[in-house]
């Protein structure tokens, strides 16, 4: 009799054991009599789904409230503000889960957890002013302990969703657009080769996947024309008076945040530096022609081409001549530095504010290259995500006012450069070819600033006459080409 209870009781153990957790037994033969017998059970290897079940439970034991602090972002930046919350308190997060987005006075960051936890505080409402190095929130970690009391059989996992369980748990890198854009066309990160530094998903590596998916852009739908029934003539009454409306607005006073607060320190400092100026006129119909017989080989290959990439690389060779002008001056005015690198800035207009990144080393980029970087440069401009890196560290910029309108303008110098440009909308304007013939050319003005400490009027003409010789005759400007 001890025997059997004995033998009954090892069986039991073993079914409520980790190691049996995951199988499932039915009772074959339960019988009762004079003696005790033991129980017998089976497993069934057909049966996919069980019905026989237990009781799980499990219990979570959350760890030590964690300060969850701005760390130092670089570049010298002591203060951000906080433009936008992902997650509120009581939200679950995991490490690389994105929390919020700040923003400098050079660069929009977003801000991601390093640890797997339940989100407690939150230390700044949207708009505040954060601090680097003070708690930016509060995370209670998560430290799982989990205590078997009895097990619960669950319907069996096909290799397929085990498999996609297990790639679903890798943890993807990208920006709440990046996700957002995902979600919207049903895509998982998961299954997107990302291109971006640190395995980050970027924005084009969604479209490639879409592309991959579809195969086509699928062509606007046919605009159907309805016809409207003929209007019933109405009796018109004369308008009620109405009453004069009152002014009821109230003068708005807010602190300076952000870029706004930065363009004031640089332009502060900009209109300290003596500008002189300089205009001209280039004709760019050859260069309309060029980049014409050019627009389908590029568009090919996804890329977009303006015409600033070829106002940059011919500014590049120029600089070439004139290293004067990709140069800077120290605080004293006692050292002039000539920049190896052509990095030259595009004034952007964004939402945001006025923003400059720029495209690093013009010099060694071919023309396609540089439209590369500028379609790159813009996306990430007209979604707010420019980094720091993108906007420092320019040497030469161009401003491309015609975009908008006008034909010249006096561009600020933007420290510690030397000398800008901005260009004027292009315009079908009547002027003598070579034989005295009046013909329609496509003309853009320029209008040129430089620090007059150290570049003189002349070095600034002979640099914007070199400079258009190259746009005017596009066709030199590929022997300069390396």
Known sequence: MAAVTRGSFIVFRRLLSQ???????????????????????????????????????????????????????????????????????????????????????????????????????????????????????????????????????????????????????????????VRRLAMENNIKLSEVVATGKDGRILKEDILNFLSKQTGAILPPAPMQHIQTPPPIPVAIKPAPAMPKPMFTGKDVTEPLKGFH?????????????????????????????????????TQAQGVKLSYMPFFIKAASLGLLHFPSLNASLDDACQNITYKASHNIGLAMDTSQGLLVPNVKNVQMLSVLEIALELNRLQTLGAAGQLGTADLTGGTFTLSNIGSIG??????????????????????????????????????????????????DGATMCRFSNLWREYLETPEQMLLHLK
């Open 261 to 297: 607060k930065a363009m004031v320190k640089t332009m502060t400092a900009a209109l300290k530096i003596p500008h002189f100026g300089y205009c001209d006129e280039v004709d760019l119909s050859r260069l309309v022609r060029v980049r014409k017989d050019l627009q389908p080989v």
């Open 406 to 455: 006008g034909t010249y303008a006096k561009p600020v110098i933007l420290p510690p450069e030397v000398a800008i440009g901005a260009l004027g909308k292009i315009q079908i304007l009547p002027r003598f070819d070579a034989s005295g013939q009046v013909t329609a050319a496509h003309i853009m003005k320029v209008s040129w600033s430089a620090d007059h400490r150290i570049i």
């Open 19 to 177: 190691q049996y957790r995951c199988r499932c037994f039915r009772p074959q033969c339960v019988s009762s009599g004079r003696s005790v017998q033991t129980l017998a059970f089976t497993r069934d290897r057909t049966q996919r789904r069980f019905a026989w079940r237990t009781l799980h439970t499990n219990t979570v034991n959350y760890g030590p409230v964690v300060q969850f602090k701005l760390s130092d972002i670089g570049e010298g930046i002591m203060e951000v503000t906080v433009k936008e919350w992902y997650v509120k308190e009581g939200d679950k997060v995991s490490q690389f889960d994105s929390i919020c987005e700040v923003q400098s006075d050079k660069a929009s960051v977003t801000i991601t957890s390093r640890y797997d936890g339940v989100i407690r505080k939150l230390y700044y409402e949207v708009d505040a002013t954060a601090q680097v190095g003070m708690p930016l929130v509060d995370i209670e970690t998560e430290s799982k302990v989990i205590q078997e009391e009895d097990v619960v059989e669950t319907p069996a996992m096909d290799q397929e969703e085990h498999t996609h369980q297990e790639i679903k748990g890798h943890k993807t890198q990208a920006t709440p657009a």
